[in-house]
C-alpha cells in the first residue's frame, strides 16, 4: 500500500457549492518528491490542507471518497499524531509564525520545546537550521519585524526544524529573490536525499523540472495531469489548462516549428543541451 492514497476524492469548503477538489486520485510514495503545479485557485492549496488532515478537521466542509495515509483514513485520523509526521509550511508565513514569541530563535524552538526535546538538542537544531536557511543573523529579533521574505524563511526553518518524515510545502519561494530560491530548493533537495518525502507546490517549474520526481497538475479542483516529470512536462497541451511548462519544452516547441527535430522533449537545461550537443556531431 502507498505512504498515501486518494481514491475519487471530492472535498467541498463550507457553504460553498463548488468542491475545490473533484474526483482525485493519486497514490504517494514515501521518499519521493512530488512537485504541484497549475493555475490560480486549482485546488493546490486545498490539496496540501487534505494531506497534512486540515481538510477536513480543522476546514470542516465535505469530504467525499476515499483518503489514506499509512492505512489510516484521513476522516479519523488523529491530526496531532499526523502533525508530528507531516510538517507543513503554510503559503501565508504570517499564519505560520506564532506572534507570541519574543525573537526568532524562540520562534523556530517553539515547535520543538512542544515536543519536549531536550534544551541542548533545541540549541543545536535551531543554530544548524538557521545556517542551512541563512537567517543567522535573525535570530534576536522580533518575529513580527521581519520582512515577507525573512518570515517566508523562519516559517520554513521552524517547520524543517521539527525533523518530520514528510513535507507538506506551499509556495516556499513566493517572496524570495532568485538566489534565496535556489538555496530553499537546495535544502529541500537534500531533506529527499535523506529519505523524507516531500510535496511541493511551486510556479517555479523549471526548478521542479530538475529536482521533481513526479508532477501533479491541477485545474478548478481537478487533477489534470500526474506522473513522472519528464511525460508530464512535455505535454504541450497542459499550457492551455493554465500550467506553466519549463522553458527548455517552450524552446523545444520553437525548434520543431523551424524543423528541428531533438531526440525527446527536454524538460531541464541539461537535457536540452546534451540534446542540441549530440545534433551539432
Ligand atoms: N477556506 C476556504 N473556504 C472556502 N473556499 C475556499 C477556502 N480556501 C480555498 N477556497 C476555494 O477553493 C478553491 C481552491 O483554492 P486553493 O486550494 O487555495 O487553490 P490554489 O492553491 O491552487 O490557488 C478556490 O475556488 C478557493 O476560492
Ligand atoms: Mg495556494
Redesign the pocket.
Known amino acids: 500500500m502507498a505512504f498515501i492514497e486518494l481514491n475519487d476524492v471530492t472535498y467541498t469548503?463550507?457553504?460553498?457549492k463548488?468542491a475545490?477538489l473533484k474526483n482525485i486520485s493519486y497514490k504517494f510514495e514515501k521518499g519521493k518528491f512530488y512537485g504541484v503545479i497549475?493555475?490560480?485557485?486549482?485546488?493546490?492549496?486545498?490539496?496540501c490542507?487534505l494531506l497534512r488532515g486540515l481538510v477536513p478537521h480543522f476546514?470542516k466542509g465535505k469530504l467525499k471518497g476515499s483518503a489514506t495515509i499509512n492505512g489510516e483514513d484521513i476522516k479519523t485520523i488523529d491530526v496531532d499524531k499526523l502533525s508530528t509526521q507531516i510538517g507543513y509550511i503554510f503559503?501565508n508565513p504570517f499564519t505560520q509564525i506564532s506572534g507570541v514569541k519574543k525573537s526568532v530563535f524562540e520562534e523556530i524552538a517553539i515547535g520543538l520545546e512542544n515536543l519536549g526535546v531536550e534544551k541542548g538538542e533545541i540549541i543545536e537544531r535551531v543554530l544548524k537550521i538557521a545556517k542551512l536557511v541563512n537567517i543567522e543573523s535573525l535570530l534576536q529579533k522580533n518575529p513580527n519585524e521581519l520582512s515577507g521574505g525573512q518570515r517566508q524563511r523562519v516559517a520554513f526553518a521552524s517547520v524543517i526544524a521539527m525533523d518530520t518524515d514528510t513535507f507538506v510545502i506551499?509556495e516556499p519561494t513566493s517572496q524570495l529573490d532568485p538566489d534565496g530560491t535556489e538555496a530553499i530548493f537546495e535544502i529541500i533537495h537534500t531533506l529527499k536525499e535523506q529519505g523524507k518525502t516531500i510535496v511541493l507546490?511551486e510556479h517555479k517549474v523549471d526548478l521542479l523540472a530538475e529536482y521533481a520526481d513526479e508532477m501533479l497538475v491541477?485545474n478548478k479542483?481537478n487533477l489534470i495531469a500526474g506522473g513522472p516529470t519528464k511525460e508530464v512536462l512535455s505535454d504541450l497541451s497542459l499550457l492551455e489548462k493554465g500550467a506553466m511548462l519549463p522553458h527548455t519544452v517552450l524552446f523545444n516547441h520553437e525548434l520543431k516549428l523551424k524543423g528541428v527535430e531533438l531526440e525527446h522533449v527536454p524538460v531541464t537545461k541539461e537535457d536540452c543541451i546534451s540534446q542540441l550537443k549530440l545534433r551539432m556531431k
Open positions: 469548503y463550507p457553504l460553498m463548488e475545490a497549475g493555475e490560480n485557485a486549482g485546488g493546490k492549496t486545498t490539496l490542507n476546514y503559503q506551499d507546490v491541477m479542483g
